[in-house]
């Protein structure tokens, strides 16, 4: 099943080939990110879901057809023209040694400086709001290096924040976060978009990405199997086809989105006993 997205659309992969040096990923890829939405991708490891986020933010160049960013080529664009129009939050960063959190955070800055146009009270204010909304303002003099790896997450996020673009591609946001802080930060995600940002983020929880994206982008193989609604995405018969789990989809108590519950072994049975280790494997 197929469904198509809007036809108004921002960011698009148009019958890309897409990959790392000499091996391909994807294969006449196309996807369109519909506007203002919270677009969710999902699969199972080494699907292809960074690699396409990776593709639409012009970190890996397609080997044919091409990415569009407001109907143009992505690569026709100045890299501070991007960075203007699209914050990238990549799935591992790393800070320069010995910098602050508020200076790396600052660093989001970058795309809005120029010869002419220095720090401004605008740039100190976004600052002060990223890190206010990823709950960072008590460790902005701490150094990076010194924090666990929840709190750099945060303040990556921030810095991503602090760019202000009207795009946003986050690859596994939610990555060292405790269940609590991924729960704060998609909340704020949720907040931006319905400010009217456009994200896209990958995720590997399936019913966090039903609860809170509005369109879900599902693949396998290094192709989209079904694109659509969370209704339309998670059902029974693809989170199989997708995943290989056999699961049941109950409504979400809270949100009424689909929830996944995986059926598990029926260990009721007698003939489905657990697997007997030799008892040398059971010593320790």
């Given at each position: 099943?197929?469904?198509?997205?809007?036809?108004?659309?921002?960011?698009?992969?148009?019958?890309?080939?897409?990959?790392?040096?000499?091996?391909?990923?994807?294969?006449?890829?196309?996807?369109?990110?519909?506007?203002?939405?919270?677009?969710?991708?999902?699969?199972?490891?080494?699907?292809?879901?960074s690699t396409l986020l990776r593709a639409l933010s012009r970190?890996?160049?397609?080997?044919?057809?091409?990415?569009?960013?407001?109907?143009?080529?992505?690569?026709?664009?100045?890299?501070?023209?991007?960075?203007?129009?699209?914050?990238?939050?990549?799935?591992?960063?790393?800070?320069?040694?010995?910098?602050?959190?508020?200076?790396?955070?600052?660093?989001?800055?970058?795309?809005?400086?120029?010869?002419?146009?220095?720090?401004?009270?605008?740039?100190?204010?976004?600052?002060?709001?990223?890190?206010?909304?990823?709950?960072?303002?008590?460790?902005?003099?701490?150094?990076?290096?010194?924090?666990?790896?929840?709190?750099?997450?945060?303040?990556?996020?921030?810095?991503?924040?602090?760019?202000?673009?009207?795009?946003?591609?986050?690859?596994e946001p939610t990555t060292y976060l405790d269940i609590a802080?991924?729960?704060?930060?998609?909340?704020?995600?949720?907040?931006?978009?319905?400010?009217?940002?456009?994200?896209?983020?990958?995720?590997?929880?399936?019913?966090?990405?039903?609860?809170?994206?509005?369109?879900?982008?599902?693949?396998?193989?290094?192709?989209?199997?079904?694109?659509?609604?969370?209704?339309?995405?998670?059902?029974?018969?693809?989170?199989?086809?997708?995943?290989?789990?056999?699961?049941?989809?109950?409504?979400?108590?809270?949100?009424?989105?689909?929830?996944?519950?995986?059926?598990?072994?029926?260990?009721?049975?007698?003939?489905?006993?657990?697997?007997?280790?030799?008892?040398?494997?059971?010593?320790?």
């Amino acid at each position: 099943m197929t469904v198509s997205p809007p036809e108004s659309t921002a960011l698009q992969i148009v019958d890309a080939t897409i990959g790392y040096d000499r091996k391909t990923i994807s294969e006449a890829l196309s996807v369109a990110i519909p506007d203002e939405s919270f677009t969710v991708i999902v699969g199972p490891n080494a699907c292809g879901k960074s690699t396409l986020l990776r593709a639409l933010s012009r970190l890996i160049r397609p080997t044919a057809g091409e990415v569009l960013l407001d109907g143009k080529n992505i690569a026709t664009y100045k890299a501070k023209a991007v960075a203007r129009k699209l914050g990238l939050l990549p799935q591992s960063s790393i800070a320069p040694e010995g910098i602050t959190v508020a200076d790396l955070i600052a660093r989001g800055r970058y795309p809005h400086q120029g010869l002419i146009r220095q720090w401004t009270d605008a740039d100190e204010y976004a600052v002060i709001q990223a890190m206010n909304a990823t709950g960072v303002t008590e460790l902005s003099t701490r150094l990076v290096d010194e924090l666990s790896g929840g709190q750099k997450q945060r303040v990556w996020v921030a810095m991503v924040l602090a760019q202000e673009t009207p795009l946003l591609l986050l690859d596994e946001p939610t990555t060292y976060l405790d269940i609590a802080h991924q729960i704060d930060l998609l909340e704020l995600f949720t907040d931006l978009h319905l400010a009217g940002n456009t994200l896209v983020a990958v995720l590997h929880d399936l019913n966090q990405a039903a609860r809170y994206g509005t369109h879900l982008i599902a693949m396998k193989d290094g192709a989209v199997v079904t694109q659509g609604t969370p209704e339309e995405v998670v059902t029974a018969e693809i989170v199989e086809e997708v995943f290989g789990l056999a699961c049941i989809v109950v409504p979400d108590p809270v949100t009424g989105s689909p929830t996944v519950v995986p059926l598990g072994r029926d260990r009721s049975r007698p003939d489905r006993e657990a697997p007997r280790l030799p008892l040398d494997a059971r010593s320790f």
